[in-house]
């Protein structure tokens, strides 16, 4: 469509997977790469900033946005390229990312299934760079094309452009780029990764599929994390942190029992915030009310829905977290720090 729908004051309470009570000046919803175009002349003319929206699954609003919020609903995906060994196949960035690892595995393309239930959109995977259980989407990435907010301009990033790092990219560092299409590079052979401790088990099943994989996946996130259709959540709230190894030999004086993992190619260790959280002093009026009772790592809110969220809820809920950092850093001289967008 050429023509672009603007509207103001807008409730985006059920944009955000926290359920929280958020509002924005001006919103749009686009599902073409014009569209866009016109939203980001609209900011342009208004001098006004543009908050890039996928599936609301990354973010902690606390305050009316005060500027132009985009919904990005660019779907589509098509093959660009095939040999006998892979499969180059372009998605739109507003395709959900779940249903198209669903697809990918319905047509034999492999790779991705580690990643499966993750919520959100294509667009917001790659802004993220996710990653579960030994596999992130960086490895599979050859292009992103991405609209720069200022200037309305389109760039084509090849994989080594997009800085992807642990939960990173140059898109969640600067801010100032809105993904519309991805390009990945899929193998036809399946490989399965089986490194994750509750995945081993199925190294002894014969003629493992993708879509098995998929599906003790499924399993396992929906035995550890809450159906954010019911009880509000981000997913997990903050990033593991990696430490040298000197903090680990300290660590490890006072908790022998204290996970650690040691990513190839790397000097640092990965320690599990989940653990650091659960390990902390945090009051258990706070773990009540703001964490998930079977992980530690999930914030929620658990007044989704109702018409009587506590007074600035929010707010509340981003105190809480400051709250869990200054904590973290207390007990154990660790800074963690958050994966979810808070603003």
């Known amino acids: 469509m050429n023509y672009l729908t603007i509207q103001n004051n807008v409730s985006l309470t059920d944009q955000n997977t926290f359920g929280l009570p958020w509002q924005s000046r001006f919103f749009c919803v686009v599902d073409t790469e014009k569209q866009v175009a016109l939203a980001l002349a609209f900011a342009k003319q208004k001098k006004t900033p543009a908050l890039v929206l996928g599936g609301g699954s990354n973010l902690l609003p606390t305050k009316k946005y005060q500027g132009l919020v985009i919904k990005n609903e660019i779907k589509g995906k098509g093959i660009v390229k095939e040999t006998n060994n892979f499969v180059w196949v372009r998605v739109g960035a507003g395709e959900d990312w779940h249903q198209f690892v669903l697809w990918s595995i319905r047509n034999n393309y492999f790779g991705l299934e580690n990643m499966s239930l993750i919520p959100g959109t294509v667009g917001g995977a790659v802004v993220q760079n996710i990653g579960a259980y030994d596999v992130d989407i960086q490895r599979y990435i050859t292009k992103v094309e991405a609209y720069k907010l200022e200037t309305g301009k389109k760039k084509v990033f090849e994989r080594a452009d997009c800085q992807f790092d642990y939960r990173n990219s140059i898109f969640k560092k600067s801010d100032e780029w809105m993904v519309v299409g991805v390009t990945m590079k899929l193998p036809k052979t399946f490989r399965p990764v089986l490194t994750y401790k509750p995945l081993a088990r199925l190294k002894t099943k014969k003629g493992l ?126 800074t963690l720090k958050p994966e979810v967008r808070m603003f």
Not at 213 to 222: A, H, L, N, P
Not at 282 to 306: A, T, W
Not at 322 to 331: A, G, P, S, T
Request: charged fraction near 25%; hydrophobic fraction near 30%.
């Open 209 to 334: 599929t993708a879509k098995q994989v998929s599906q003790e996946v499924c399993k396992i996130r929906r035995s550890k994390l809450p159906d954010w259709k019911k009880l509000g959540t981000a997913g997990s709230f903050f990033g593991n942190p990696r430490a040298a190894q000197s903090v680990v030999d300290r660590l490890k004086k006072s908790y022998p029992d204290m996970p650690v993992f040691y990513n190839y190619g790397s000097n640092k260790a990965t320690i599990p915030a989940g653990w650091l959280i659960q390990h902390s002093r945090l009051s258990e009026k706070d773990r009540q009310e703001f964490l998930y009772p079977k992980h530690s790592l999930i914030v929620v809110n658990n007044h989704k829905g109702s018409k009587k969220q506590p007074r600035n809820h929010a707010l509340r809920t981003k105190n809480f977290v400051m709250r869990v950092q200054k904590q973290v850093q207390k007990d154990f001289g660790i």
